[in-house]
T-cell receptor, first 114, second 118 residues
Framework: DVKVTQSSRYLVKRTGEKVFLECVQDMDHENMFWYRQDPGLGLRLIYFSYDVKMKEKGDIPEGYSVSREKKERFSLILESASTNQTSMYLC?????????????FGPGTRLTVL | AQTVTQSQPEMSVQEAETVTLSCTYD???????LFWYKQPPSRQMILVIR??????QNATENRFSVNFQKAAKSFSLKISDSQLGDAAMYFCAYRSRNSGGSNYKLTFGKGTLLTVNP
């Protein structure tokens, strides 16, 4: 079974702090994704990476950056956290090249910015 | 750009009965995938069922089936013999099959919260 883990289930940070959210997958997937989930808005893609050191902006990249130095790990960085970044953050991974493959999701990190 | 619309923010069903969740989408593409994902309370999101647009036959997974109407751009999920464990947020999602960056990303609807009453 694919396993996608995220470093924290709950996180509380202060405005202006630099925040790192970590995601690790154990199935050698090339593609990895970061979403945020807000009530009434569904999931929105922040960034994705189709391979190591490769990244692409999603629909809402402003205020975020990412890092993919190793295949299994995809980090989401909030350079200077703001209260409007309080949200649930979901990481996902997918095997590249198999068009029917689904995305596998982590358990999520609920981030609160005070 | 593709959009996915789930017009029912909440639904409820009695245990053992059948419920249908609606999803419509807008795209100019002819080749794509559609998915239903389930997110139980405080648990990981998991895939329920997927449909390839070029297949006319509706996908089925045990008690879950879809009604895929390509011309109408409709993709509803039917849950038969509903169980308490089916209670969750359900998301409809679209993915392009065309080459290029767009075929990596899923576009999600806003979700439908399903309650199952005992």
């Amino acid at each position: 079974d694919v396993k996608v883990t995220q470093s924290s289930r709950y996180l509380v940070k202060r405005t202006g702090e630099k925040v790192f959210l970590e995601c690790v997958q154990d199935m050698d997937h090339e593609n990895m994704f970061w979403y945020r989930q807000d009530p009434g808005l569904g999931l929105r893609l922040i960034y994705f990476s189709y391979d190591v050191k490769m990244k692409e902006k999603g629909d809402i990249p402003e205020g975020y950056s990412v890092s993919r130095e190793k295949k299994e790990r995809f980090s989401l960085i909030l350079e200077s956290a703001s209260t409007n970044q309080t949200s649930m953050y979901l990481c996902a991974s997918r095997l590249h090249g198999r068009s029917t493959d689904t995305q596998y999701f982590g358990p999520g990190t609920r981030l609160t910015v005070l | 750009a593709q959009t996915v619309t789930q017009s029912q923010p909440e639904m409820s069903v009695q245990e053992a009965e059948t419920v249908t969740l609606s999803c419509t989408y807008d795209t100019s593409e002819s080749d794509y995938y559609l998915f239903w994902y389930k997110q139980p309370p405080s648990r990981q999101m998991i895939l329920v069922i997927r449909q390839e647009a070029y297949k006319q036959q509706n996908a089925t997974e045990n008690r879950f089936s879809v009604n895929f109407q390509k011309a109408a751009k409709s993709f509803s999920l039917k849950i038969s013999d509903s169980q308490l464990g089916d209670a969750a947020m359900y998301f409809c999602a679209y993915r392009s099959r065309n080459s290029g960056g767009s075929n990596y990303k899923l576009t999600f609807g806003k979700g439908t919260l399903l309650t199952v009453n005992p």
